[in-house]
Nanobody, 128 residues
Framework: QVQLVESGGGLVQAGGSLRLSCATSGRTSSTHRMGWFRQAPGKEREFVSAITWSGSRLDYADSVKGRFTISRDNAKNTVYLQMNSLKPEDTAVYYC?????????????????????WGQGTQVTVSS
């Protein structure tokens, strides 16, 4: 089992920044890739970003490219999501997820179905 705990959410004005953290514990070595997803009220959960523990592959949703940066600290078993130039449409609950297996295509890597461990989520609210 792998446990994921997100932190760092909060309320910020448009144009501001937040850094989310996802601390992992348990059989972290059994995971291949970490991802961030988000879900706004009344909307489906959507992919935000993902990174392999090796750091060899990073993926971003088009809506966050150039504004968000994903990174990992293997020594701390922690993944981060630096969010800059935040917009009101970024408001959502952000979830950290872990995938046990690699995926060869972007569509597979960004699918929530490819992730088998999930955190409880952290709220991000961006005011206009």
């Amino acid at each position: 089992q792998v446990q994921l705990v997100e932190s760092g959410g909060g309320l910020v004005q448009a144009g501001g920044s937040l850094r989310l953290s996802c601390a992992t514990s348990g059989r972290t070595s059994s995971t291949h890739r970490m991802g961030w997803f988000r879900q706004a009220p009344g909307k489906e959960r959507e992919f935000v970003s993902a990174i392999t523990w090796s750091g060899s592959r990073l993926d971003y949703a088009d809506s966050v490219k150039g504004r968000f940066t994903i990174s990992r600290d293997n020594a701390k078993n922690t993944v981060y999501l630096q969010m800059n130039s935040l917009k009101p449409e970024d408001t959502a609950v952000y979830y950290c997820a872990a995938a046990s297996y690699g995926s060869s295509t972007f569509s597979l890597r960004t699918s929530a179905n490819a992730y088998n461990y999930w955190g409880q989520g952290t709220q991000v609210t961006v005011s206009s």
